[in-house]
């Protein structure tokens, strides 16, 4: 896979609007010429000539992902098919016989950790190395930044959704090295914690990461992400992160970087951030504030990369089974806005204050005129993701309630909320250009669940010893039966 251009349009910050809507035109440019000639590389007809890819499957359990590889993927040369017990590798070596991919595919029964750091190597490493564990992957990223090849792709997965998303934060920071809160926006946050891990993680070997696709999907987070390896652009790492705080009262968030990016011509300087941007109580309700973070505060998603998908998807749909959901899923991934962490929820707003919803449309709108941009996020279906500050969220929703006026109790944060008067004048007249294409095209955008008490099952128990184990048991049972023998004599 070629190496992607260092890119310089990956350095959105938290800036005015007008600023960001320049960086944000020139990254989806650069971006989107060179992962497109990357996407390409891989899926394009066989014929073509690209440079072969080598794959790990770290965690292959039967096998079934890596003979997929070997037979749908025509740039792909060679995959190794591992897994830690013996009754997996079994099944391994059946199923590549059977779909008669032995030339490509190489089963392994190796700890995963452990034949990773054996190819740390460059002329061992990996082009694309695939993780899915059941819960979560931390204890493989160390290994896994160092096996992959520069520019190579890292596809990871985390089934952890309950630790990331702020169940148990104090789990959550003995994992990935951050605190997460519970928010509604918990799943947004747990693609950004889990980020800021394996950014950390490449960091110790002078290497950083470019998010490619970054996701929430039913119970899980899947991430994919280039690996480089630059001094330079690691020192930039300090300011791609944020603390969150967040209050107790109406869910308001604040971020505060870690760090500043002066970038004048050759003087580049990386100093600690100045802060914090909030008192000690919220500005809205008077509430305290929840600590959390760091997470990853710059994009999730290569907007280019993931257009390119959908092109690809378009070509290709017949060969897809469950191409309609996957539409739906990019579509609304490309219209996120990229240069904004986390966003608010409709239902949670409204629930804050104690009012009737108001038209999603009419509220996009309401935004729209202030002269701010508002999205949907593919993390949940009222997420409201904007770059207006939260004293113009507030007070359009004030605006909001003095139309469908509610009675609330005087110490909640509602009334705190209410009791100030609006500095703006709130418009909720639809604008055309409010309703995002995916949903003007009817795309599966959030598909039900499939079946009742839909999520993970229980974790597979283990019927066989790993390999380790199997050696050590026939050497243990060579020595009984010596012993027998010697006490026969």
Sequence with gaps: MKEKEKADGSEAELRSSSDASEDLAM???????????????????????????SVLEALAATGVRSVRYALEVPAVSRVVANDFTREAYNNMCRNIAHNRVESKVTPSCREASMLMYEHRDPLKQFTV???????????????????????????????????????????????????????????????????????????RYKRYIVPLLSSCIDFYIRVFVQVFTSPSQVKRSLSKRSMIYACSGCDSHHLQLLGKRLEVGASKKYPAASGPPVDRTCAECGSTFKLGGP????????????????????????????AARVRGLLA????????????????????????TMPNMLALRSAFMEQGYR????????????????????????????????????????????????????????????????????????????????????????RKAGTAAEDDQSECEGSKRSKIQDENTE
């Design 27 to 53: 990254y989806e440019d650069d971006k989107a010429r060179s992962t497109a000639r990357q996407t390409r590389n891989v899926l394009e007809e066989p014929h073509e000539e690209v440079e072969e890819v």
């Design 129 to 203: 190395i695939d993780i899915d564990p059941y819960g979560s992957p931390s204890v493989f990223l160390d290994s896994a930044v160092q096996a992959v090849s520069e520019g190579g792709v890292l596809c990871i997965t985390c089934t952890d959704t309950s630790v990331l998303c702020g169940v148990y934060p104090e789990t959550c920071y003995s994992k990935y090295g951050s605190v997460s809160l519970r928010l509604k926006c918990g799943h947004e946050m747990g693609i950004r914690i889990f980020l800021s891990s394996l950014e950390t993680h490449a960091n």
């Design 295 to 322: 997470i990853w505060s710059e994009p999730t998603n290569d907007v280019g990369f993931v257009r390119s998908l959908l092109e690809e998807l378009e070509t290709h749909k017949q060969d897809y089974e469950h």
């Design 332 to 355: 609304v991934v490309s219209e996120e806005l990229p240069d904004v962490p986390l966003h608010y929820t409709l239902d949670q707003i409204c629930n804050t204050l104690h009012c």
């Design 374 to 461: 508002i999205s949907i996020s593919h993390t949940h279906a009222n997420a409201l993701k904007t770059d207006a500050p939260n004293s113009v969220l507030w007070d359009i929703m004030r605006c909001w309630v003095k139309m469908k006026p509610v009675k609330v109790k005087p110490t909640s944060p509602a009334a705190v909320i209410l009791s100030k008067e609006p500095k703006i004048e709130a418009s909720f007249s639809v604008r055309k250009d409010a309703n995002p294409p995916s949903r003007i095209q009817k795309l599966a955008r959030f598909p039900e669940n499939p079946e009742p008490n839909w999520g993970p099952k229980a974790r597979a128990k």
